[in-house]
């Protein structure tokens, strides 16, 4: 592998790890944020079903094998949903109809928690630096560096 190749790669997984996307209103609950995101990922699945296709191909091999050459055919198979992307423009349009964006908000580090304690907040304020998001019994938590307890 290239090195240039391998550097990117490893710079992917961590700008991965800093930050998540999310759909964002201020002024609502994660809790809120999760119904609403449900309820749209529902009516999107409602209004545009999946459309499987089953695409297969011929993969031929082993070209000789102990005792001759011998052809061996099998099938290799896809399945390829072709309104996914339609399903997901509808979500996207459903949510933004309710009044949500899509964000990434970052992950706190240890160096803006240096041994403080935060407070979650309960409503989701205005996007700024100071707000970031915490791991916590599998859940994240949005908590402001400028208001430590």
């Not at 759909?23 to 609950?29: C, D, E, L, N, S």
């Not at 609403?36 to 499987?52: G, H, M, Q, W």
């Not at 390829?80 to 990434?104: F, H, K, P, T, W």
């Amino acid at each position: 592998m290239k090195p240039y190749v391998l550097g990117i790669s490893i710079l992917i997984a961590v700008a991965g790890c800093t930050s998540f996307g999310t759909y964002y209103k201020p002024g609502t609950t994660l809790e809120k944020i999760d119904r609403d995101t449900l309820s749209c990922r529902t009516r999107a699945e409602r209004e545009v079903p999946p459309r499987i296709i089953i695409d297969r191909y011929p993969v031929y091999g082993p070209p000789r094998t102990p005792g001759g050459p011998r052809v061996i055919l099998y099938w290799e198979t896809n399945y390829i949903d072709l309104n996914e992307g339609l399903r997901d423009r509808v979500r996207a349009q459903c949510m933004s109809d309710a009044g949500y964006e899509r964000v990434a908000i970052p992950y706190c580090t240890e160096e803006q928690l240096a041994g403080k304690t935060f407070k979650p907040l309960a409503k989701t304020p205005k996007l700024d630096e100071s707000i970031c998001a915490v791991r916590r019994d599998g859940k994240r938590i949005l908590i402001d560096l400028d208001k430590p307890l």
